[in-house]
């Protein structure tokens, strides 16, 4: 499942680069974007045994747009740092023994571990200005994870994985926006079970622009 997911989203992206590189008569910009992200592990988990928490961490790197290839339509492309993951809570028995918790939900924890994710990340996405200020945009994302605080005995984590991504940016001047972005991973970053661990979270990020130009 996770090689046609990462097939498919690999033809995506070269398709739209090989898309849109043949009418290309806007004007494009270069810049850097830094800020802070809020990543959870998992968004739906119902269990007795089980507790997640999102957590704070950072987000910086640099991106290259095209503007108007489609009428108000545009092209953005990032490579960014990403620091995802989150907090997971295993419960204790109600006697003080680490059994999970089956008994007694409402007892302490056994175990509390933050868990650290650091990827760089490639969004390529497509945007629409409806407004002078506002920029809506959503597309695939691919991301490597090179670095992480996870112990050999927590899970035994993915390195690659795909998601979507879906924002806005806010005009603040000429150069600089505030963006938005909400982001999902389509792929595990580990199987612990029936217990889905999966990336998901909130960038709020400054983007700057640094260079402009004139296509022809």
């Known amino acids: 499942m996770q090689k046609k997911i990462y ?17 290309i008569y806007a004007q ?33 790197g640099i991106y290259y747009k095209i503007h108007n290839l489609l009428g108000p339509i545009g092209l953005q492309t990032e490579f960014l740092f990403q620091q995802k993951g989150g907090n997971f809570y295993i419960r204790q028995h109600e006697n003080g023994y680490p059994e999970f918790g089956y008994d007694n939900p409402g007892s302490g924890y056994w175990i509390r571990r933050p868990q650290r994710y650091n990827y760089f990340s490639i969004p390529i996405i497509l945007t629409v200005t409806p407004l002078k200020f506002l920029d809506i945009y959503a597309g695939p994302e691919i991301g490597y994870l090179f670095d992480s605080n996870a112990k050999p005995t927590d899970w035994e984590t993915n390195r690659f994985s795909a ?11 000429k150069n600089t926006k505030l963006d938005i972005r909400y982001s999902k991973d389509l792929t595990r970053i580990a199987d612990f079970g029936d217990t889905d661990i999966k990336n998901y979270g909130w960038a709020f990020t400054i983007q700057r622009a640094l260079l402009f130009r004139k296509q022809k």
């Not at 097939?7 to 009418?23: Q, V």
């Open 7 to 23: 097939i498919t989203a690999g033809i995506l992206l070269l398709s739209l680069l090989f898309t849109f590189n043949k009418n």
């Open 28 to 60: 494009s910009e270069f810049g850097v974007k830094g800020g802070a992200t809020y990543f959870g592990l998992n968004n739906k988990i119902n269990s007795t045994v089980f507790d997640f928490e999102m957590r704070s961490g950072l987000q910086f």
């Open 163 to 173: 998601g979507v991504s879906a924002g806005a940016a806010f005009k603040i001047d």
